[in-house]
């Protein structure tokens, strides 16, 4: 190896911080919110980011070839959606014509193929399997040191990664065990700082800066979970105006790692690591198959979209401009479309809306006889309210809820401590028996959940910023005038036991929540006279006899909890009984529907059930499937089978004025839907590398994720039970497509203030589409802002330009 | 007369389902799945009625019933056979829901019924062929369920060590059934059991003691041949619960089957002593750093393993048969239910930090447990219980004082002491209440616990003083437990003092050849 090139240590920190923006945050399993996998490689489009993640982590991006051969055989994949999606492709790079690009199709590509490491070397080198090695060592001291709880004697963390790895390595005699000697001298060797000690292994390895971007996104890639975990760090800390070095600290660790092997096995693997530091020089253009790949599944997405249109275009029943007879507010959830669309059917003056589940309202909540703070708000914010549930009047209750609780938690460390743990078991292993039945007959109700007292903003905010706040909320749901009798907030939540991805089911954008305390909070400020007065003197009428009332869908069970008990209301009382009435009626159909999809649930009884059985690994399939996202008035869309595959947001662009509610939408609940979809995409297509795993090996690890099996690399992501049913997949993987139903100037105005929002479009993460006011697709987002209409039919012999330098 | 046959139709149904799972290709074998689950509870039942005819006495003395036909039922044999069928039935039905989609659930599920029946088999024998074929069966059965997913490296670690073990242990047993063949030339275990208790036998029955011992310790995972137990994770979750089924513990089962023998050999039970009561404190020392859910409970099943051998060496034959119904059942639960570990550890944090107990309140917690301890001991009747068994329950005072102590810290509302105290006097009555019941049910067929010697008496000395000593460090644990000098320490600790990396080293765990 020669001299490295000399890189300047501000020059290193910020190679390093980019391979650290390159890895997407995982978030901790009690409040889990979904993230794009894809979140580094967004500046980039599919092929590319094929490139990279095949190098750095031999991660596929799409689905595999034969996949979209059994589309285009069964004619689901038309030769139109492939010709207007080869269009699109590189000219240099993509198939010469539509027959040659067909006949790719019918080969596999070649799997993606990673850069070895180091370690990777060293193993096939030595016989020693180091990769698995460091992934065990590593896991074993990051559970450790990010452990929320589980272990009694927790390790020390009061300092930062990079130190407390080192005084946990110094000791550790494991790896000298397996045969790597001297390595507590290699580290406590190490430089005191992680930069040094990346600046030394930089010099040590012989890279160049050419080389480094991709090999230390690799390394971080190697530790799975863990350095999305420290990504999240990061992304906390920049959130409240910090910053962390956790991400980084793990890098230093990872190279002391591989400086160390190298060292051990340098004259066996110098010949090998030089190439693979050619490799890595070598700049990242996607490979012919990897564009062929790309091509396919925008094929496939098109294939989507006409669908989509097909549906949308359909007739619908007439919406009558009177007063409804209920109103009901949900959340934006996919899952929210399957019960809307039942609830409506039930009678034509019901109307359905659709909102993020927030509601709104951004609060930092604590919960009833708690001290824990949840950020019950989409992660991309911070929070701008407080609230708690049980003031001042519930002291007494709340102290006694608390003692309850520690002498809980005082039985439970009685059960687990060293000695104690023997005198519990001798003393009341047998009731188990009685636990076991109950568990394994699913004899538990689950219904005592929702039973805590209303929640409370805390500190109350001025009426001046009460007002402010409701008319925001109001404007931004469109819902600024025909008000019903009875309106009805619903959140949701999912009820499931047993289940460490239980927040995955709850409300994302309650970061990981369940929706009731957001919308509780809602409907009593919507209820408040005195905002009701000042909302009228800004536009919004709300009659004297409209009711705001708050509820809870539960997505596995389609129940609907509501919460009358915050602001009694007796004139109401009928509405509310009618109301229950439609929710329990939807909330069957909803079931019916549900069914079909659910393995093992042949009749809709069964689906209410299996979100108390301890063994189901599938409660319910979430938000799978989920491909579209329409905002427009609920009246284009009602009436139509959107299969729960569709975000619905109601947005009225004639009332939005300069179209701030438009820009809301587009760079929030957009973003984070896109998230979600991105999510299931990356678990679906790309199972080891972006999936959580297989459920029957999770082993909750620190309270905050799982390990599949034993232990080594913290798996973030969907499990594999959460896309796939056993027999084929839950979710297609198809990106996105946006349809707003708004002027497209007003649109592109807003994608050329917000460059972030406009790559996930231009770089075809997201496709986006505007309505007519029929609520027919009428034009396609080109990227670069152009449009074109969306029933041209494509022109292939146009080359379109390459649209990013790559 | 029927009852006689029970002990051996008790496996059968699950044998039946076993054909079933094993015919069924592909995922959801519902039809498989149904006659699995019908099986397991007919097994339970079978069980239940053995226990009846047990109950409704059918003349049937422990010494009577070991028929020609193999089947022995006594209250040792009910006992484990309504916990393995119980067990077996939650797991056969858990898994049942929980593998739903997996391509070779029906094969998952023959091998499960067929390690199932194998353990019943086991716990029902009345010969020493008969057990030595069902020791062998059940863990070549659960061998497969270990490598249910095959490729992965992991498993293939974990199972190749517990192969190893497993093979010595069968060794062992071997050997241990050919002495005792020697010492009293029959291969009935109940001829055996009434001629041991005459204290006949010689040299090769305490041969066959160590013997016993030595395979004992193989199966039930002591020092230092842990390892394999503290990875099954890569097994389904249902496997791990399946294990306390009458698999893990079948150690402990195989000393108490033998307790007439084991009391030939007092040297024999003074090494379990040692080694169980070190593995005990290990097990649970390691287990308070381990920060994944599974394997905590691995560790913990590690300990409590250590704690039953413990009892055995201690001649409480009875108390160990209590504790491994008692721990089998908690910890299968555990187990089954440690998906919602994410829910607890969020649950543990809400109600605020937890008070800890200074210097003062853990004396005094030590002395109000003690004040616990006496008067409900004394009610059933402390006076004429062996000193071992007093000795024991020291553990109790220890364990109760840790949970005073929380609620006597001095940050602690009076309503949480008071609360803690509850819970203490109701743990001490539990504990009584359930070793007298252990102790007269098993009455007539697991021999007394005799006086102890010098060695007995300094064994039980030296396991208060162990106990003690590390029950007072962990109620001052978080005083210390953060201290710089304690750093150190814990990372060793954590990997339990590195004797699985020894044992990968020496198997070739980490060989990157074999994983791929």
């Not at chain 1, 005084?167 to 001298?185: K, N, Y």
């Not at chain 1, 340098?266 to 890595?280: E, F, M, N, T």
């Not at chain 2, 089962?253 to 007439?260: G, H, K, S, T």
């Not at chain 2, 007093?390 to 009076?414: H, N, T």
């Amino acid at each position: 190896m020669s001299v490295s090139q000399s890189v300047t240590s501000a020059n290193l920190a910020a190679i390093a911080d980019r391979a650290a923006r390159q890895v997407p945050p995982v978030w901790p399993l009690a409040s889990s919110v979904a993230v794009n996998p894809f979140l580094g490689q967004t500046g980039e489009d599919l092929a590319t980011a094929g490139a990279r993640l095949a190098r750095v982590a031999a991660s596929p991006v799409t689905m595999p070839r034969h996949w979209f051969q059994t589309k285009i055989a069964a004619g689901d994949i038309t030769d139109d959606d492939l010709a207007a999606a080869w269009a699109r492709a590189p000219l240099s790079l993509r198939p010469a014509n539509l027959a040659s690009l067909k006949a790719a199709a019918m080969m596999e590509s070649p799997a993606p193929d990673a850069v070895p490491t180091v370690a990777d070397l060293a193993s096939a080198a030595s016989g020693t399997d180091w990769v698995g090695l460091i992934a065990d060592r590593f896991g074993g001291w990051a559970a450790g040191y990010f452990d929320e709880g589980q272990a009694l004697w927790a390790a020390p963390r009061d300092r930062g990664a990079y130190a407390a790895w080192r005084a946990v390595a110094t000791h550790d005699l494991t790896p000298e065990i397996a045969g790597l000697s001297g390595f507590s001298r290699h580290v406590s060797d190490a430089p005191e700082t992680a930069l040094a000690a990346i600046d030394r292994a930089v010099a040590r390895l012989g890279l160049t800066e050419a080389m480094m971007d991709t090999y230390f996104h690799q390394l971080l890639m190697s530790l799975g979970g863990w350095s999305q975990y420290g990504r999240y760090k990061l992304w906390q800390a920049e959130l409240a105006g910090s910053t962390d070095a956790t991400i980084t600290d793990m890098l230093a660790i990872r190279l002391i790692w591989e400086e160390a092997l190298f060292d051990h096995h340098a004259p066996q693997i110098s010949d090998g690591w030089v190439k693979a530091c050619l490799r890595h020089a070598a700049p990242l253009v996607a490979t012919p198959d990897q564009v062929v790949n790309a091509i396919l599944q925008e094929a496939s997405e098109r294939a989507a979209q006409r669908g989509l249109a097909a549906t949308l275009i359909a007739a619908r029943p007439d919406i009558s401009q009177t007063r409804p007879a209920l109103q009901a507010v949900f959340c934006i959830d996919v899952r929210s479309e399957v019960f809307r669309r039942a609830l409506e059917s039930l009678h034509p003056q019901i109307q359905t809306l659709g909102f993020a589940g927030f509601f709104g309202l951004t609060t930092a909540h604590r919960r009833f006889a708690s001290d824990v703070t949840e950020l019950r708000l989409p992660v991309l914010l911070n929070p701008g309210l407080h609230s708690h549930t049980g003031g001042a009047d519930m002291a007494l209750s709340d102290q006694s809820a608390r003692v309850l609780a520690r002498a809980k938690r005082a039985w439970g460390r009685f059960k687990l401590a060293a000695v104690s743990s023997f005198a519990f078991v001798e003393a009341t292993g047998p009731v188990y028996v009685g636990k076991l039945f109950a568990d394994t007959l699913g004899l538990h109700g689950a219904a005592a959940r929702h039973d805590d007292p209303a929640p409370a903003l805390d500190p109350t905010p001025n009426l001046a910023t009460r007002t402010k706040v409701a008319e925001t909320v109001l404007r931004a749901m469109s819902l600024t005038r025909n008000f019903a009798r009875l309106v009805v907030i619903a959140g949701h939540g999912s009820t499931v036991v047993n289940n460490p991805h239980a927040s995955g089911l709850q409300c994302g954008a309650c970061g990981g929540y369940s929706g009731e305390v957001n919308a509780r909070l809602l409907a009593q400020l919507l209820n408040d006279r005195a905002v009701q007065d000042g909302l009228r003197s800004r536009g919004i009428e709300i009659p004297g006899d409209t009711h705001f009332l708050a509820g809870l869908h539960d997505t596995a069970t389609d129940g609907v909890t509501l919460f009358p008990q915050d602001d009694p209301a007796t004139s109401h009382a009928a509405d509310i009984e009618q109301a229950r009435q439609w929710f329990l009626t939807a909330g069957a159909l909803t079931r019916a529907e549900r069914a079909l999809r659910l393995p093992r649930a042949s009749h809709a009884a069964g689906v209410s059930r299996r979100g108390r059985d301890w063994a189901e690994t599938r409660p319910e399939w979430a938000l799978a499937g989920c491909s579209a996202f329409i905002a427009a008035p609920r009246a284009r869309t009602s009436g139509k089978d959107l299969a729960g595959r569709a975000f619905l947001h109601d947005y009225d662009w004639t009332q939005d004025a300069g179209f701030g509610v438009l820009e809301l939408i587009l760079t929030a609940p957009v973003v984070v839907a896109s998230w979600i979809n991105l999510q299931y995409y990356g678990s679906t297509v790309s199972p080891q590398v972006f999936g959580g795993g297989n459920k029957l090996l999770h082993n909750v690890v620190g309270g905050i994720g799982v390990f599949e099996g034993n232990g080594g690399l913290l798996r973030a992501g969907l499990p594999w039970q959460s896309v796939h049913d056993g027999e084929r997949l839950a979710h297609e993987p198809l990106r996105l497509s946006v349809c707003v139903e708004a002027p497209q100037q007003a649109i592109t105005d807003i994608l050329a203030r917000h460059p972030a929002v406009r790559a996930l479009f231009d770089n075809g993460w997201l496709y986006l589409f505007t309505l007519d006011g029929a609520g027919t697709m009428s034009a396609r987002y080109e990227g670069d802002l152009e449009w074109s209409d969306v029933r041209a039919a494509p022109d292939t012999q146009m080359d379109m330009p390459y649209r990013i330098a790559v | 007369m029927i009852f006689q046959f029970l002990p051996l139709l008790g496996p059968a149904p699950l044998l039946v389902a076993a054909v079933f799972g094993f015919a069924a290709a592909g995922p959801r074998p519902r039809f498989a799945l149904a006659v699995a689950e019908a099986s397991a509870v007919l097994s339970m039942l079978l069980a239940l009625a053995a226990a009846a005819g047990l109950i409704a006495g059918q003349g049937l003395t422990a010494a009577e019933i070991s028929s020609a036909l193999t089947g022995r039922l006594d209250s040792v044999s009910v006992v484990m056979m309504l916990l393995v069928t119980f067990i077996g039935w939650v797991v056969v039905r858990y898994s049942a829901t929980y593998l739903d989609g997996e391509a070779r659930q029906g094969p998952f599920t023959g091998w499960l019924c067929l390690t199932l029946a194998a353990v019943l088999f086991l716990v029902t024998a009345g010969n020493l062929v008969q057990l030595m074929l069902a020791w062998i069966a059940t863990s070549l059965f659960l061998h497969r369920l270990l490598l249910f997913y095959p490729e992965r490296v992991a498993a293939q670690r974990a199972a190749r060590k517990k192969f190893i073990t497993a093979r010595m242990g069968d060794i062992a047993l071997g050997v241990a059934a050919f002495l005792l063949i020697l010492a009293y030339g029959t291969v009935d275990i109940g001829a055996i059991l009434q001629d041991a208790r005459l204290g006949n036998g010689g040299w090769p029955a305490i041969a066959a003691a160590g013997c016993l011992a030595l395979a004992a310790i193989l199966k039930s995972a002591q020092f230092p041949t842990h390892g394999w137990l503290t990875e099954v994770m890569e097994a389904p979750t249902p496997v791990s619960a399946l294990l306390h089924a009458g698999v893990i513990n079948a150690g402990g089962f195989l000393l108490i089957r033998f307790a007439d023998v084991m009391l030939l050999a007092p040297g024999v039970l003074a090494v379990l002593v040692m080694l169980g009561g070190f593995t005990a404190l290990f097990g649970s020392l390691v287990m308070l750093t381990q920060p994944a859910v599974k394997t905590s409970l691995a560790w913990s099943t590690v300990a409590q393993m250590g704690f039953m051998t413990l009892q055995c060496g201690l001649a409480l034959f009875p108390l160990a048969l209590l504790h491994i119904v008692a721990h089998s059942l908690y910890k299968a639960h555990s187990f089954l239910a440690s998906g919602g570990a994410v829910d607890r550890v969020a649950a543990s944090q809400r109600p605020g930090p937890v008070a800890i107990p200074n210097a003062r309140a853990v004396g005094r917690a030590f002395v109000a447990a003690l004040v616990i301890y006496l008067p409900v001991g004394l009610l059933f009747g402390l006076m004429d219980k062996s000193p071992q068994a007093i000795a024991l329950g020291a553990m109790l005072i220890f364990g109760v004082a840790y949970m005073l102590a929380q609620g006597f810290a001095d940050a602690a509302p009076r309503a949480l002491t008071r609360r803690t105290a509850v819970y203490a006097l109701a743990t001490s009555i539990g504990y009584f209440a359930l070793q007298t019941a252990a102790t007269w049910l098993t009455r007539d067929v697991l021999p007394l616990t005799p006086a102890p010697g010098p060695l007995e008496w300094a064994l039980m000395v030296l396991a208060l003083l162990s106990f003690g000593l590390v029950a007072i460090v962990q109620a001052m644990f978080p005083l210390w437990a953060y201290h710089p000098a304690a750093a150190g320490f814990r990372v060793h600790l954590s990997n339990g003092f590195y004797a699985n990396a020894v044992f990968d080293r020496m198997v070739g765990g980490w060989s990157a050849r074999r994983a791929s």
